[in-house]
């Protein structure tokens, strides 16, 4: 069956705009994972969808980021004023379910190559 | 500071031969361990999940897990030049409502042909 996409694939940006990251998980699933991957570094978590459930966003870098989640299905994380630290690979990932501690398997879009200038 | 360590390698096994790879974990709450494996410029993939103590086996992985000391391994059988790759070892994060994954800095595996 289809897996996680993500889009777009790459995105390259200027310093001080704003640029959306989208996923769509896989049908289904009602947990919903944002993560990112810095060049030589491990995934950072960076927030988390459950159902109709408030979201955990304690992985927020700052408050430029932000991410919503339509229907219970399609996220979106928004990055506004982007910095160059910010250039990383940006991660989806999406799970049956999740909740306290237990989570069934997370499954990874092919993330978004983000590179500011 | 919740952590999963493992041993960045590289770890270099020739084909045919059987590769371990280890990881501990500080949170003794986590209940749901995975292993990613990531080729570089791709996304991690998942490989093993497992839930309780004991040994796991699927195909040519074995994943095992002793929560009382919180350790994971994954043993690779019959190891190829294709299971090159950097290996995650992931774990929840128990507390709350969080669920997110910690993830270890993986082990990069060398399969020598």
């Known amino acids: 069956g289809a897996g996680v996409s993500q889009s777009p694939s790459n995105k390259v940006t200027e310093k001080g705009k704003d640029v959306e990251l989208r996923c769509d998980p896989i049908?289904?699933?009602?947990?919903l994972y944002w993560y990112r991957q810095s060049l030589g570094q491990g995934l950072e978590f960076l927030i988390y969808?459950?159902?109709?459930?408030?979201?955990?966003k304690s992985g927020l870098p700052s408050d430029r980021f932000s991410a919503e989640r339509t229907g219970g299905s399609v996220s979106t994380l928004t990055i506004q004023r982007t910095q160059q630290e910010d250039s990383a690979v940006y991660l989806c990932?999406?799970?049956?379910?999740?909740?306290?501690?237990?989570?069934?398997?997370?499954?990874f879009g092919p993330g978004t190559r983000l590179t500011v200038t | 500071q919740k952590e999963v360590e493992q041993n960045s390698g590289p770890l270099s096994v020739p084909e045919g031969a059987i590769a371990s790879l280890n990881c501990t974990y500080s949170d003794r709450g986590s209940q749901s361990f995975f292993w990613y494996r990531q080729y570089s410029g791709k996304s991690p993939e998942l490989i093993m999940s497992i839930y309780s103590n004991g040994d796991k086996e699927d195909g040519r992985f074995t994943a095992q897990l002793n929560k009382a000391s919180q350790y994971v391994s994954l043993l690779i059988r019959d190891s190829q030049p294709s299971d090159s790759a950097t290996y995650l070892c992931?774990?929840?994060?128990?507390?709350?409502?969080?669920?997110?994954?910690?993830f270890g800095t993986g082990t990069l595996l060398a399969v020598q042909p």
């Open positions: 992931a774990v929840t994060s128990y507390g709350g409502a969080t669920n997110k994954l910690i």
């Open positions: 049908s289904g699933h009602t947990a």
């Open positions: 990932a999406s799970s049956f379910r999740a909740g306290r501690g237990f989570s069934y398997e997370q499954y």
């Open positions: 969808f459950q159902g109709n459930s408030a979201p955990d």
